[in-house]
């Protein structure tokens, strides 16, 4: 197949990727993306780090490469700008399974969108900044198998051959709409993001159930067929969604099937799922049957007055995210909305302190703030 550029340096070998991190130590700028097996694999792990420099492009093999925490303090150096596209869940990833901290992060969507953009997609910037079309149906790929196709490494490398450039130009949008200590605040603090949680919670099935009108024992039958899914999926080494969906969870624990044949009809349930997982459905239906019936977890309860202050900021923030034409969360993320509802800052020093709230943003709204929520204090 045709490369548009050279193509990326592979590194699936210890001694390599040593001399790779000591050349990137070096550079003022890497960009950085990741490929996970999330659609494959019961447990997901990264198994692919593209890296690119302002020259060069790198495709590292997690799953071949054993040093791989040699990557982490080049991470942490913050005189060593790194960037992402949608970063978030790359570095929830790499904090997962690496413990990696990340500084001197510059997101390419975050600052489109501070910019003021609505198609942020990574297709969607390159097209319009750098004009460059990205084929995104290897978006699904498997990456966990081995070999990879050359069209999979060509669409891994696109994802951040460009990054740099793209980089540079909202750089300067940025600073053309005086919105850089905006971006640099926001940045920091997305980098605080935590590691992913994968752990199997026993009690999501009220999260599936709540909003299907159940009784209490068709919540006790899905909560069998619920922990059947997870079991089975462990077995097979695949996603829960993989095995049934939730909807059919659902319909399973309404019908209730006595036998394997009385699964047919049921929406979602393949000729083939009965014949594999019938006789185990059943029992998890009979298991169902003769269990207590589970008690729903308790919901908090709001204080009206954190409500009502919450519905003040929220009103305010649209109001202002509206005028600057960006979407209300690039004023402030639902939490610290929440997190200033529920405190009631008073005075510019009750602001510190709060998440998502740096110094940018307390100059910029703090007083704002605390003129919305001066009316809502306590009496």
Not at 46 to 71: E, F, G, K, M, W
Not at 90 to 103: H, P, Q, V
Not at 279 to 296: H, S
Request: glycine residues 6%; neutral net charge; hydrophobic residues 40%.
């Amino acid at each position: 197949m045709n490369w548009p550029f050279p193509r990326a340096r592979y590194i699936d070998h210890d001694r390599n990727f040593s001399r790779l991190v000591d050349d990137l130590s070096s550079q003022p700028l890497i960009a950085i993306d990741t490929e996970s097996n999330s659609l494959y694999a019961y447990r997901e792990r990264i198994c692919l780090i593209q890296i690119s420099t302002r020259s060069a492009d790198y495709i590292v093999d997690p799953l071949r490469v054993a040093n791989l925490h040699l990557l982490g303090p080049l991470l942490a150096d913050p005189s060593i700008e790194k960037v992402f596209h949608a970063a978030e869940y790359d570095l929830m990833c790499l904090k997962r399974d690496y413990g990696f901290t990340i500084s001197g992060l510059f997101d390419t969507m975050v600052a489109a969108r501070i910019c003021g953009h609505k198609a942020i997609g990574l297709d969607k910037m390159l097209s319009l900044y750098v004009g460059v079309t990205m084929d995104k149906s290897h978006q699904r790929d498997d990456w966990g198998q081995r070999p990879l196709s050359e069209e999979s490494l060509l669409y891994a490398q696109m994802d951040t051959h460009y990054l740099p450039m793209l980089r540079d130009r909202l750089r300067d949008e940025l600073a053309r709409i005086n919105a850089l200590d905006e971006a640099w605040e926001t940045f920091v603090e997305n980098a605080r993001v935590p590691a992913i949680n994968h752990q199997f919670d026993p009690e999501g099935y009220w999260r599936i159930g709540f909003n299907a009108d159940l009784s209490r024992r068709q919540m006790a039958l899905l909560r069998e067929l619920y922990l059947l899914r997870e079991s089975i999926a462990e077995e097979r080494d695949t996603p829960p969604f993989k095995v049934f969906g939730d909807s059919v969870l659902v319909a399973l624990a309404v019908a209730a099937p006595y036998t394997p044949e009385r699964m047919k009809g049921i929406p979602g349930m393949t000729r083939a799922q009965i014949d594999r997982y019938g006789q185990r459905i059943v029992q998890a239906v009979e298991r169902g049957r003769r269990a207590p019936v589970p008690q729903p977890p308790p919901r908090p309860v709001t204080d009206p007055i954190v409500t009502e202050r919450y519905n003040a900021l929220r009103l305010w923030r649209k109001t202002r995210a509206e005028a600057r034409g960006v979407e209300s969360d690039v004023i402030l993320s639902k939490d610290t909305l929440w997190s200033l509802a529920q405190r009631g800052p008073a005075h510019p020093d009750d602001l510190r302190g709060i998440n998502g709230l740096g110094p940018w943003r307390i100059a910029t709204y703090g007083q704002e703030i605390l003129d919305i929520l001066k009316p809502l204090a306590r009496r």
